[in-house]
């Protein structure tokens, strides 16, 4: 099968219309229409439907999408190792993926010090929900990306290896004028009568949750579209929200955070695939482990294994809990 064709028909799944697809790939629609035709007639089924405001797959097709897909990654991957090569380039680049928090300061430092280790090398990063980079790592969109177990979790997957980093505390941030600022830790139960924002359902999950061991009420009231959208809503005063510890450093300047009595944790992981890894991969993962021990809030007293990660704590001026 010509991949060209392939290509029309990833292209049209993920545009949702023939004309769009055929404008982003400089070809007529006409010429994507009999494209997919015959792929069809090739296959024996058909592949799209059209609906109301455009196309979508079929169940088959969308189950070809998905091989056609990681076939369509593994062919650009070739062809750029090839011209690599040519080009007397002997690292291939490595391709991070990170959800946003992490992307937002520990990624970044992480790949500082492997490059003062490594030297030059080609990088890029794409952040993205768990789930999502856990399917482009499958599809081979990317070498390396830092995860967690948020809910909904991490699928158990043969085809990556997961390594451990560490667990994050969450932490909820406030305006800076808030009434709480510069308390902690807090219960729960203090912050009943507050308006929570929420940008994802995994966050929002572990809110819940947490209020419910409190046998309180998180009241979810504001949805963000993404991270810096919910810490915009938090600044203006309009709501507070469960944020990654992870995120701390990396904050706006008009906000805070206080920490929660037994606050709820997420593992942070690195998966990779099991074939074809990058060679620069695993070193990531240490120069990530060394930013998250050293520069991450202090670690949960156990890890999901059940072993102590408690550490001595520094001495500090005794805080109020409310």
């Known amino acids: ?176 004028g808030h009434p709480l600022a510069g308390c902690g830790p807090v219960r729960v139960e203090a912050l009943a009568d507050e308006t929570w924002a929420e940008d994802n359902d995994g966050s929002a999950a572990l809110l819940r949750r947490h209020a419910a061991r409190a046998g309180a009420d998180a009241r979810i009231d504001l949805t963000a579209a993404d991270l810096p959208g919910k810490l915009a809503l938090v600044a203006t005063g309009h709501a507070i929200a469960l944020i990654p510890g992870v995120l701390t450093s990396a904050l706006r300047a008009d906000v805070t955070t206080i920490g929660l009595v037994d606050p709820p944790t997420r593992g942070i992981y690195t998966i990779t695939p099991r074939r074809d890894a990058h060679p620069r991969a695993a070193s990531l993962h240490d120069q990530l482990a060394s930013v998250f021990a050293s520069g991450c809030p202090a670690q949960p007293a156990h890890q999901p294994d059940g072993t102590s990660t408690a550490q001595p704590p520094a001495p500090v001026g005794q805080r109020p809990t409310v």
């Open 1 to 176: 099968m010509d991949l060209t064709v392939w290509r029309a028909f990833v292209t049209v799944c993920r545009v949702g219309s023939l004309s769009a697809a055929a404008a982003e790939l400089n070809h007529t629609q006409s010429a994507v229409s009999r494209q997919i035709a015959g792929l069809e007639r090739q296959l024996g089924v058909p592949l799209v439907e059209r609906h109301a405001r455009g196309v979508r797959p079929t169940p088959a097709g969308e189950v070809f999408r998905r091989h056609a897909l990681a076939t369509l990654n593994e062919a650009d991957r070739a062809v750029r190792a090839v011209r690599d090569v040519r080009d007397g380039v002997s690292d291939r680049p490595l391709a991070i993926g990170a959800t946003p928090s992490l992307a937002a300061g520990m990624v970044p430092e992480a790949v500082r010090g492997l490059l003062r280790q490594a030297g030059s090398l080609r990088w890029s990063l794409l952040p993205g929900l768990s789930a999502q980079l856990h399917g482009r790592v499958i599809a081979g969109d990317l070498d390396i990306a830092v995860v967690t177990d948020a809910p909904p979790g991490l699928a158990v997957d043969p085809r990556v290896d997961r390594r451990f980093l560490g667990l994050d505390e969450m932490v909820v941030v406030l305006p800076v």
